[in-house]
């Protein structure tokens, strides 16, 4: 999360849609030959953020959350699915630095997850759902956001840009009812290249950007959990279309290069993101609009 600078008074908002596809069984490092298992997860997002000062920003993110888990074996399938409000997030960001006044940008934001969505959803047994089944994780966590980018001076369309999100996650202390539950903290740092190009009287931004996540593992009532937490590392090609000075269309597919999970888990073989941004301000500022990655 987390919008560029932008003047007092700019509210931005954004509203995308998120999918996540596994179904690559992993031990380790190592792929297992299994076809059995699939995850899906689904999520609608919307992103805001308002500048209250040149040096002040809050940006805040809602979800909604739709997953399905399917197990086939013999002639047999086992199915189970939740959906409902996910969790949400508030960043108070702080601008060191802007890009429409300088060649570089510099924010740093924190602030918690707030634990909005459900983390007791039952199958139709009115047995309770695992965690990572829920829409919603039972806990407040703090997030640690910073972003930095730099333009190119003999080519001002492009920047490089890196991102750092840390999460350091609270616990559920209402679990399955009896029990404590935290998933592991985590840390993601991305590092993109971008530029923008016009065709005909339509500009065009494009971008690829590394990511890398490492989780630690989840615990139940304090004791680590197998098969959970783990290190990926992604390429996200993006590509995002100007509508209008202040709305973009952008899609951001994501590929994994390399994992290595904890235990035996089903790690992302796909995962896509497709959006709409659009800004409002009474103030113009002259600087190429563009989304970070």
Do not use: C
Not at 178 to 184: A, D, E, H, R
């Amino acid at each position: 999360m987390g919008f560029e600078s932008a003047v007092k008074g700019t509210l931005q908002i954004e509203m995308s849609y998120d999918l996540n596809f596994l179904a690559t069984l992993k031990t380790g490092t190592e792929t297992l030959e299994d076809g059995s298992r699939q995850r899906i997860t689904q999520s609608v997002l919307l992103k805001t953020g308002y500048s209250i000062r040149p040096w002040l920003a809050i940006d805040a993110l809602f979800s909604y959350v739709k997953q399905s888990r399917k197990v086939s074996f013999d002639d047999q399938i086992n199915q189970v699915g939740t959906s409902g409000l996910g969790d949400a997030v508030l960043i108070a960001k702080f601008v060191i630095s802007r890009m429409s006044e300088n060649v570089t940008e510099l924010q740093l934001g924190v602030g918690p997850k707030l634990p909005l969505g459900r983390s007791d959803l039952s199958n139709k047994q009115n047995i309770t759902l695992n965690a990572d089944l829920q829409p919603g994780s039972g806990s407040w966590d703090l997030i640690n956001w910073a972003y930095y980018a730099r333009q190119f001076t003999k080519r001002p369309t492009m920047v490089a840009s890196a991102r750092i999100v840390g999460r350091f996650n609270g616990e559920n202390e209402d679990y399955l009812g009896v029990q404590t539950y935290g998933f592991g903290n985590s840390i993601q740092i991305y590092l993109g290249l971008g530029d923008q190009v016009t065709i005909g009287r339509t500009l065009i931004s494009y971008a690829l950007s590394i990511g890398a996540r490492n989780a630690g593992v989840d615990r139940v009532n304090g004791r680590e959990l197998e098969n959970t937490g783990g290190r990926w590392i992604h390429v996200l090609p993006a590509f995002s279309w100007h509508l209008f000075p202040n709305s973009i269309i952008h899609i951001v597919p994501e590929l994994p290069l390399y994992s290595y999970v904890g235990g035996t888990q089903l790690t992302p073989s796909f995962r896509m993101q497709i959006g709409y941004y659009h800004s409002l301000s009474k103030k113009s500022e002259h600087k190429s609009n563009r989304l970070q990655l």
